[in-house]
């Protein structure tokens, strides 16, 4: 079984960071692209954060210039380090990886941004 498992996600202030970190449980999406996606209550999910094979990196608009992205494909992981942390970001955070055959997506991991 081909898993995402995110972990890193919880409780922080505003002003404060997180990091977001993935595992791939096989190394199937060397050669395309991961990412991080976020669904707040009541709203679609919405990508944050995408990043080729290559490196090449995509930000939504709301994140550029405090969230960033890598991936270490040796060890079948993508991460999203988060800074500068509003409450408008609140969401459950999607780790997401394109394989030759289709879409995966973890199990979410719950970020929450309050005083």
């Known amino acids: 079984q081909v898993q995402l498992v995110e972990s890193g996600g919880g409780l922080v202030q505003p002003g404060g960071s997180l990091r977001l970190s993935c595992a791939a449980s096989m190394n199937i999406f060397n050669n395309n692209r991961m990412g991080w996606y976020r669904q707040a209550p009541g709203k679609q999910r919405e990508l944050v954060a995408t990043i080729t094979g290559d490196g090449y990196t995509v930000y939504a608009d709301s994140v550029k210039g405090r969230f960033t992205i890598s991936r270490d494909n040796a060890k079948n992981t993508v991460t999203l380090q988060m800074n500068s942390l509003k409450p408008e970001d609140t969401a459950v955070y999607y780790c997401?990886?394109?394989?030759?055959?289709?879409?995966?997506w973890g199990q979410g991991t719950q970020v929450t941004v309050s005083s």
């Open positions: 997401y990886g394109r394989s030759s055959w289709r879409d995966y």
